[in-house]
């Protein structure tokens, strides 16, 4: 957890594995030790009577119950968990209550409110799980995706867990359309969230949202999982301004070969690099050049690419060496990342752990980086 996440949010915490396989630290953000703010990691461990405890004297079953409990109580923690960065149920082990196996969602639990906007795969509206989660429902249109290749896949996805990811929660495959329930984003996709804000984001806020970005691609680079179609309109913003990256691996299920076919009008030809234009070719170096042009996006507050060009001329201008230009709010080493990532060749381009760490030393020394424009 970075602590821009949470900016000055006492008690930011977020729920992960650590190194060792099974078991799961707690981290939470404070700022009673320092004014900038101090990350504390505290393992959930497992008494003799198989009972989860954060605090010796309060042990519990499972482990919502255990963040439950010290949501209210800080009870040995520095401070209380006040609210989750990353999300919750998704995180923790099939022994604690949530069986990982709970992919599967029971409609009659599903309360739909407000509808958000419209997805590739059809309808997307507010709603609440259980009475008291709030959860986006995206319901899949007949005859727009792959169905029963996406519910197979589906399992693996679910298992994919970072405060940077937009967390799948489950599906409902009992009806027609089916339904897939997600973590709920307030402040919806990033390229519109860049056009309403423009001039009032400020240059750490650009970065920062880089930042996120590229620690769910760092994740999902880790996983081995290919995005596919990275752009700003498939990432998410939370009410505290995080970035998450949203849709993964979704553009493998859809039906339209207008959306699949590199030779369709609605292929994301100005985010793809030279060898999935031609070869079709994905790699994780082919979400690296997406990478590049979602911090284009950023730098630019949600300018188009190659803004007036067709996709055919865009192919032809790519394959002849030519690289899209320096945004106005980009310093010359911010841009030199951004134009790393559109190496001709993919083993030319960094790795997204590699990009991570450029771009958090740009975020420790900012004076460093302005003072070279």
């Known amino acids: 957890?970075?602590?821009?996440?949470?900016?000055?949010?006492?008690?930011?915490?977020?729920?992960?594995?650590?190194?060792?396989?099974?078991?799961?630290?707690?981290?939470?953000?404070?700022?009673?030790?320092?004014?900038?703010?101090?990350?504390r990691h505290y393992q959930i461990k497992v008494s003799e009577a198989?009972?989860?405890?954060?605090?010796?004297?309060?042990?519990?079953?499972?482990?919502?119950?255990?963040?439950?409990y010290h949501e209210h109580n800080a009870a040995g923690l520095v401070t209380r968990l006040?609210?989750?960065?990353?999300?919750?149920?998704?995180?923790?082990?099939?022994?604690?209550?949530f069986s990982s196996e709970k992919w599967e969602i029971n409609p009659s639990e599903l309360t739909f409110m407000k509808e958000l906007g419209s997805g590739q795969f059809g309808v997307v509206r507010l709603g609440k799980w259980r009475a008291q989660h709030r959860v986006a429902i995206k319901a899949i249109r007949e005859g727009a995706m792959y169905e029963e290749d996406f519910i197979e896949e589906a399992k693996v996805m679910m298992r994919l867990c970072h405060p940077k990811l937009v967390q799948l929660y489950g599906v409902c495959l009992q009806q027609r359309p089916l339904l897939i329930v997600a973590e709920f984003m307030e402040n919806g996709c990033l390229l519109n969230f860049l056009r309403q804000r423009r001039r009032s984001l400020t240059e750490a806020w650009l970065l920062s949202m880089c930042q996120d970005v590229c620690e769910g691609m760092e994740y999902?680079?880790?996983?081995?999982?290919?995005?596919r179609d990275l752009a700003a309109r498939n990432c998410l913003v939370n009410?505290?301004?995080?970035?998450?990256?949203?849709?993964?691996?979704?553009?493998r299920y859809v039906l339209d070969n207008q959306y699949t076919s590199s030779s369709g009008a609605k292929f994301p030809v100005k985010w793809s690099p030279p060898e999935v234009l031609h070869y079709s070719k994905y790699s994780s170096k082919s979400d690296v050049w997406s990478f590049g042009v979602v911090m284009w996006e950023i730098y630019s507050?949600?300018?188009t690419p190659f803004e007036n060009r067709s996709n055919l001329d865009v192919v032809n201008e790519i394959t002849r060496g030519v690289r899209l230009?320096?945004?106005?709010?980009?310093?010359?080493?911010?841009?030199?990342?951004m134009y790393q990532?559109?190496?001709?060749?993919?083993?030319?381009?960094?790795?997204?752990?590699?990009?991570?760490?450029?771009?958090?030393?740009?975020?420790?020394?900012?004076?460093?980086?302005t003072l070279l424009l």
């Open 1 to 39: 957890v970075s602590c821009d996440d949470n900016e000055d949010k006492e008690g930011g915490f977020v729920v992960r594995e650590s190194s060792q396989k099974g078991v799961y630290t707690v981290s939470v953000f404070t700022k009673t030790s320092s004014a900038h703010g101090d990350i």
């Open 50 to 68: 198989g009972q989860f405890y954060l605090a010796e004297k309060h042990t519990f079953t499972s482990i919502p119950e255990v963040i439950h």
């Open 82 to 97: 006040r609210y989750a960065v990353g999300p919750m149920g998704s995180c923790v082990p099939a022994t604690s209550g």
């Open 220 to 227: 999902l680079e880790g996983q081995s999982f290919l995005h």
């Open 239 to 251: 009410d505290h301004k995080v970035v998450k990256v949203s849709d993964f691996g979704m553009t």
């Open 301 to 303: 507050e949600g300018r």
């Open 325 to 337: 230009y320096r945004p106005h709010r980009a310093t010359q080493p911010l841009f030199t990342i």
């Open 341 to 369: 990532c559109w190496h001709e060749k993919p083993q030319g381009r960094p790795s997204f752990s590699e990009l991570l760490e450029e771009i958090r030393k740009l975020a420790e020394h900012p004076d460093s980086h």
